[in-house]
C-alpha cells in the first residue's frame, strides 16, 4: 500500500531533550516535506527536500534540522525542543511539483513542556 | 498564488450529492486548482486538482468554468466519513513554492444521517 509513515505518532518530552521524528515513503517520491498545524495558524512549511541531499528552509524553519541521506527517508530533528514547538506536525511527499498531488503522513503530535 | 474564498461550512444530507464552492477569481494561467480534505487533525488528503477542464475520479468531481475565476467541488453521494474541512487552493505549476502548501479556513463540511 502506497503510504506516508511517520514514528512516533504521540510524544511528550522536556524542553531541551533532543528528538527525532521520523518519515518514511514507499512511493519513489523526490518531493518531500515537513509542516507544522498549530490552531489558527493553519499548514505552515518548516522544511522541504527536492531529492537525496536537497534540502532547502520553508516558512518556518527556525529549532528544526532535516536530512534526506536516502530517497524514502525524511527525518526532522529536534536539537533543543522548546515548549513554543509543542505542535502537531505532518510529513508530505510527492513525485514531484505540481501538478503532482501531495500525500501526508497521519501527523505526530508533539508537546514539550 | 491567487487567494480562495470559500463558505465557512455546510451541512449535507447522507446520501446526497454535496457541491463545495470556490472562488479564486484572480487565478493566473499557470495556476492549478487544488482540493483537499482533513478528518479532525488526521493527515491531509488530496481529494483532486484541475487546470481547465473538468476532472473526475473515484471520489470526487471538479468543475472548473471556462473563465477560471470559481470551481465546484462535487461529491457525489456523500457519506458521514466525509465530514472533514475542506480547503480549495490555488497552486503555481512546476516550482517549489507551488508544493508549499498553506490551509487558510477552509470549508467545514457536516454530513448529516
Known amino acids: 500500500e502506497a503510504q506516508v509513515t511517520q514514528n512516533p505518532r504521540y510524544l511528550i518530552t522536556v524542553t531541551g531533550k533532543k528528538l527525532t521524528v521520523t518519515c518514511s515513503q514507499n512511493?519513489?517520491?523526490?518531493?518531500m516535506s515537513w509542516y507544522r498545524q498549530d490552531p489558527g495558524l493553519g499548514l505552515r512549511q518548516i522544511y522541504y527536500?527536492?531529492?537525496?541531499?536537497?534540502?532547502d528552509k520553508g516558512d518556518v524553519p527556525e529549532g528544526y534540522k532535516v536530512s534526506r541521506k536516502e530517497k524514502r527517508n525524511f527525518p526532522l530533528i529536534l536539537e533543543s525542543p522548546s515548549p513554543n514547538q509543542t505542535s502537531l506536525y505532518f510529513c508530505?511527499?510527492?513525485?514531484?511539483?505540481?501538478?503532482?498531488?501531495?500525500?501526508f503522513g497521519p501527523g505526530t503530535r508533539l508537546t514539550v513542556t | 498564488d491567487a487567494k480562495t474564498t470559500q463558505p465557512t461550512s455546510m451541512d449535507c444530507a447522507e446520501g446526497r450529492a454535496a457541491n463545495l464552492p470556490c472562488n479564486h477569481s484572480?487565478?493566473?494561467?499557470?495556476?492549478?486548482v487544488y482540493w483537499y480534505r482533513q478528518i479532525h487533525s488526521q493527515g491531509p488528503q488530496y481529494i483532486i486538482h484541475?487546470?481547465?477542464n473538468n476532472e473526475t475520479n473515484e471520489m470526487a468531481s471538479l468543475i472548473i468554468t471556462e473563465d477560471r475565476k470559481s470551481s465546484t467541488l462535487i461529491l457525489p453521494h456523500a457519506t458521514l466519513r466525509d465530514t472533514a474541512v475542506y480547503y480549495c487552493?490555488?497552486?503555481?505549476?512546476?516550482?517549489?513554492?507551488?508544493?508549499?502548501?498553506?490551509f487558510g479556513g477552509g470549508t467545514r463540511v457536516l454530513v448529516k444521517p
Open positions: 508530505a511527499s510527492s513525485l514531484g511539483t505540481v501538478p503532482y498531488e501531495q500525500y
Open positions: 512511493m519513489n517520491h523526490e518531493y
Open positions: 527536500s527536492m531529492n537525496v541531499e536537497v534540502t
Open positions: 484572480t487565478i493566473s494561467g499557470n495556476e492549478y
Open positions: 484541475g487546470l481547465k
Open positions: 487552493i490555488v497552486r503555481v505549476a512546476w516550482t517549489a513554492a507551488g508544493n508549499k502548501l498553506t
